[in-house]
């Protein structure tokens, strides 16, 4: 399986990851046995459980585009030393957004914006992924 597909695969992984520890800590907010039912007029998430829900949907909203930028260099047999570079940077990028986001961390000592740089990053590398498509 070339990387840049196997990077995919992971990303989606690390995807189904995320309601696993935000609805933990849901659970531990409003109880386990409320979560297990309809879930009908259930308190606001607070804390771990409403940033992880926000860093999942983020992730999302990033893993599509990067789903089609990827599958279509896969039809089209382009893999190359930037698109290897690019999943590498990408999928690394979204990991430390999420860690950020979980944690609440959005800055480091001289660092403001930490999650936006780490989106940023991300962001490029998947452009930079989808100008190979093109041939640029």
């Known amino acids: 399986m070339p990387i840049e597909l196997a990077l ?13 520890v935000y609805n933990w800590s849901y659970g531990r907010q409003v109880g386990g046995k409320r979560l297990m039912g309809n879930r009908d007029n259930l308190p ?3 804390g771990l459980a409403a940033r992880g829900l926000r860093a999942h949907q983020n992730h999302l909203e990033n893993l599509v585009p990067f789903a089609i930028i990827v599958l279509v260099a896969h039809a089209i047999g382009i893999s190359n030393t930037v698109t290897v ?28 914006g930490v999650r936006s740089i780490a ?8 452009l930079i992924f989808a100008a190979q498509l093109f041939g640029t």
């Open 8 to 20: 995919l695969v992971l990303n989606a992984l690390i995807c189904l990851a995320f309601p696993w």
């Open 119 to 126: 989106y940023f990053i991300s962001l490029f590398a998947m």
């Open 85 to 112: 570079t690019c999943a590498v940077v990408f999928t690394i990028a979204r990991l430390a957004h999420a860690g950020f986001y979980f944690a609440g961390i959005t800055r480091l000592p001289g660092i403001n």
């Open 44 to 46: 606001e998430r607070q």
